[in-house]
């Protein structure tokens, strides 16, 4: 079973929401498979968790693979 995701700080959150609409201003707001992507705030928890995981590295120490 997958370790719960650390409660992210609300730093890490807007630092994670904002890199989210980067991403989506390159891509003009679609996902891959070309429907409108959600608002960072409608994404499930653990995919906003993702984000934090993957733009902030003071958010989750486990090592890169």
Known sequence: ???QPLTPTPEQ??????TYLRY?????FK?????PMPSFDQ???VIQCAWCAA????YYSKPLY
């Open 1 to 3: 079973m997958p370790e």
């Open 13 to 18: 959150l807007n630092t994670a929401r904002k």
């Open 24 to 28: 989506g201003n390159v891509t003009d």
């Open 31 to 35: 996902n891959l498979q070309g429907n």
């Open 43 to 45: 994404l499930p928890y």
């Open 55 to 58: 733009v902030n590295d003071s």
